[in-house]
C-alpha cells in the first residue's frame, strides 16, 4: 500500500567522515538540534561507514509514508529533502511508466527515482523549491541540488579533508570538525550590498550552493555544475495577450502553491504583489503587521481588502520595544548579518502566522521578475541629461564623487558611469570607497564591479533595465528578499511559499519588453493591469511597501541611539572599524545632518550578529 505524505517544511543535515557509527550519530544528534525550529515533529538518520544523513520534519500527515530518508528499491541510493516539488504527479506518471515502483506518495520520492532515470537532467524537470542531497552508496557519491532560485538555502563546510552541509550554518557549531572562524574580508562588500555577495559566507570555509547549480562530492573532491542559466529574450508581443498570459500564468501558480493536506494563509501588506496573491488564492487567513506609529500602518489597506474578499484578516502594530530587542534573536536565526530593516517585521507577521497556519504565501519575486523598482525609472527620469555627451557627464561624475553623498549629487555621479560600474543591486546602502574606510583592515576580496562582472556578461547584448533585473535577481533577491523570508518563517515553524518566484512565471516574466515593465509614470506595467482584473480594490496602483517600520526616527531617539552607541564602541566594534567614522555616521543622523539610518544600521546588525555567534555561542 502506498502511504500518503507530504512534508511541507524541514531541514537537512550531513556530513562525510570515517568517525565510527557511535561519534557520527552524536554529531549528527547535535547538528539536528540545532534546526529543530525547521521540523519540531520529528527526525530521521541514515549512517554507515562513509557518511551521515540527517533530516528534520514537520508533520503533515502523520504517516510513515513521510519519514525521511527515501530509499530507492535496492537501498542504494538514499535522499533527504527540503522544499516542495509543484509537478511531483506528472513527474512520477513518467517514472512509473519507465518502470520504477514508488512506496510512498511523496514528491521526495519522485526526485529520488527521477535522478535514478535522469541523472542530474531531472533538475531540468523541476518545478518548485528545493535542496537536497542523495548518498549513492555503491559509488560512495554525495549528489546535491539547490533549486533556481535559492528559495531553499544550502550550505556547506569544505576543506581539504571535510564535508559537511546543513540548511542553516548553525548546524555546524557543535559538529567535532567545524572550526569557527570569522571570515571578516567580506565586511566591506556586506557594508555595500547588505549582505555577502559571493558564496563565501561570514565564515571562513563555509559556502552558500548557488542557486541552480548541483555538486557532487566524492573522494574529498567537491566538483560544483551549473544547471541553470539566468537569461532573457524580451519580445515584443501583443500588449493584451500578455497581460492575459500573465493572468492566467499567475492564477495557475497560485493553484500549485495552494496544494497543501493543511490550511494555507498568506501574508498581506498594503501593495499589489501580496494583494494579487491574496485575490487570486482567497485563503481562509491573511496576516499584517503594522508599526504603532500611524504614519507608517499599512493594516487598513489590507483589512480593507480582506474585507471586500470576505476572508480574514489578523493584524498586530509592533511597538519599538518589540522590535529592537528580537534583533539579537533574529541574528542568530539567519546565520549571517542582515540589516533590511523589513526582515524583523516578517519575523513578526511569521509569528503571527504560525499561530493558525503551517503555510503561508508571500510576495517576493514580483519586482525583480516584473520590473518593479522605481530605480528602473533612471533612464527615463534622466533622459534629457542623458543627451548630453558621455565625455561630458563623465568629468561632471569625476568632480561630484569628491562632493558629500546628497541625493543631487548622487544623481550626476551615476549619470556619468556605466551601468556596469556603478550598479550593485537596488538596495546599495555604502559607496564602496566609504566601506572600506570605515573598516581597520584592508579586505582581500573582489571589487563590487568585480562581483557584478560575470552577470553583466551574461547579459551582453540586453537593455539597462533588463541588465538591472538579472542584478537583483543573482544578489537581491537571492541574498536577501528568499533568505530572509525562509529564515523568518522557519523560525516560527512554518513554510513560506512565494508563487512569484516560480520557474514557470519566470518563463514569461523573461520575455516582457522594456515598455510593458517601465514607463515615466509607472513600474510593473503589465502586471498591474493583470492584477487589475483580480483585486477588489485599488491596491494594483500601489508601490510596494512591504511591512515598513519607523526605524529612521527610532535611532535618532536616546534610547536607540546610546543601545547603538554602546555596541559602536564594544571592543570587536574598535578592532574592526573606525570609532571615528561610524560615530560620526550615527550623530550626522541623530542630528539630522545626514541620512544615515541604514548605514547605522548596517554596522549595528553585525556586531548584534557578531555577539551572537562569536561571544554568546
Known amino acids: 500500500m502506498l502511504l500518503e505524505s507530504r512534508q511541507i517544511m524541514c531541514g537537512i543535515v550531513g556530513f562525510v567522515n570515517k568517525w565510527d557509527e557511535k561519534k557520527k550519530d552524536k554529531n549528527l544528534d547535535l547538528m539536528l538540534k540545532r534546526i529543530i525550529h525547521r521540523g519540531p515533529d520529528g527526525e530521521g538518520k541514515y549512517i554507515d561507514e562513509n557518511v551521515a544523513l540527517g533530516h528534520r520534519r514537520l508533520s503533515i500527515i502523520d504517516l510513515e509514508g513521510g519519514k525521511q530518508p527515501i530509499y530507492n528499491e535496492d537501498g542504494n541510493l538514499i535522499i533527504i529533502f527540503n522544499g516542495e516539488i509543484y509537478n511531483y504527479k506528472e513527474l512520477k506518471e513518467d517514472l512509473v511508466k519507465c518502470g520504477h515502483e514508488f512506496s510512498t506518495k511523496s514528491d521526495t520520492e519522485v526526485i529520488l527515482h527521477g535522478y535514478e532515470e535522469y541523472g542530474e537532467g531531472i533538475l531540468d524537470k523541476l518545478r518548485g523549491m528545493f535542496a537536497f542531497v542523495i548518498w549513492d552508496k555503491n559509488n560512495k557519491e554525495l549528489f546535491g541540488a539547490r533549486d533556481h532560485f535559492g528559495i531553499k538555502p544550502f550550505y556547506y563546510y569544505y576543506t581539504d579533508d571535510k564535508f559537511m552541509f546543513a540548511s542553516e550554518i548553525k548546524a555546524f557549531l557543535d559538529n567535532e570538525d567545524f572550526v569557527k572562524e570569522l571570515n571578516r574580508d567580506v565586511i566591506p562588500a556586506y557594508l555595500s550590498f547588505n549582505y555577502s555577495p559571493l558564496n563565501d559566507t561570514f565564515f571562513k570555509n563555509v559556502y552558500k550552493l548557488e542557486p541552480g547549480y548541483y555538486f557532487r562530492y566524492k573522494n574529498g573532491k567537491l566538483d560544483l555544475n551549473k544547471y541553470f542559466n539566468l537569461t532573457f529574450d524580451e519580445k515584443s508581443d501583443d500588449y493584451d495577450k500578455l497581460v492575459d498570459d500573465i493572468s492566467e500564468t499567475m492564477k495557475e501558480s497560485v493553484k500549485h502553491h495552494m496544494i497543501s493536506d493543511v490550511e494555507v494563509g498568506s501574508f498581506l501588506s498594503s501593495g499589489i504583489d501580496s494583494s494579487y496573491i491574496v485575490s487570486l488564492a482567497k485563503p481562509n487567513k491573511t496576516y499584517t503587521v503594522g ?69 503561508v504565501l508571500s510576495g517576493e519575486g514580483a519586482d525583480e521578475f516584473f520590473g518593479g523598482y522605481g530605480y528602473y525609472r533612471r533612464y527615463i527620469d534622466a533622459k534629457f541629461y542623458n543627451k548630453l555627451p558621455f565625455w561630458f557627464r563623465r568629468g561632471v561624475s569625476k568632480v561630484c564623487s569628491l562632493l558629500p553623498e546628497v541625493r543631487g549629487i548622487n544623481f550626476l555621479v551615476r549619470s556619468g558611469r556605466t551601468l556596469e560600474e556603478d550598479y550593485i543591486s537596488v538596495n546599495k546602502v555604502f559607496l564602496e570607497k566609504e566601506a572600506h574606510k570605515i573598516v581597520n583592515f584592508k579586505a582581500n576580496y573582489p571589487s563590487n564591479k568585480e562581483i557584478c562582472a560575470p552577470y553583466y556578461k551574461e547579459q551582453s547584448g540586453q537593455g539597462n533595465v533588463t541588465k538591472m533585473q538579472a542584478i537583483d535577481i543573482k544578489f537581491w533577491l537571492v541574498k536577501d528578499i528568499l533568505q530572509k523570508a525562509d529564515k523568518m518563517t522557519m523560525a516560527n515553524s512554518i513554510e513560506g511559499r512565494v508563487p512569484f518566484t516560480d520557474i514557470e512565471v519566470f518563463k514569461l516574466a523573461r520575455t516582457i519588453s522594456y515598455d510593458h515593465k517601465i514607463t515615466k509614470e509607472n513600474t510593473k506595467v503589465a502586471l498591474r493591469e493583470a492584477a487589475k482584473r483580480d483585486i477588489p480594490t485599488e491596491a494594483y496602483k500601489k508601490e510596494k511597501l512591504g511591512f515598513p517600520v519607523p526605524l529612521r526616527e527610532w535611532v535618532r531617539e536616546d534610547a536607540v541611539y546610546n543601545m547603538i552607541k554602546d555596541k559602536f564602541n564594544s571592543p570587536i566594534s574598535l578592532e574592526l572599524f573606525n570609532n571615528k567614522k561610524i560615530m560620526k555616521l550615527l550623530d550626522d ?27 554568546k555561542n
Open 589 to 615: 543622523h541623530r542630528n539630522r545632518k545626514r541620512d544615515n539610518y541604514k548605514k547605522v544600521w548596517a554596522v549595528y546588525c553585525f556586531l548584534v550578529w557578531y555577539d551572537e555567534f562569536f561571544i
Open 291 to 359: 508599526s504603532d506609529d500611524p504614519r507608517y500602518d499599512e493594516t487598513k489597506y489590507a483589512k480593507d481588502l480582506a474585507s471586500k474578499l470576505g476572508i480574514e484578516n489578523v493584524s498586530k502594530a509592533i511597538t519599538k520595544e518589540e522590535y529592537i530587542n528580537i534583533i539579537p534573536k533574529l541574528m542568530y536565526h539567519f546565520d549571517e548579518p542582515v540589516a533590511d530593516p523589513a526582515a524583523i517585521a516578517l519575523y513578526f507577521v511569521a509569528e503571527l502566522a504560525s499561530k493558525d497556519v503551517k503555510v
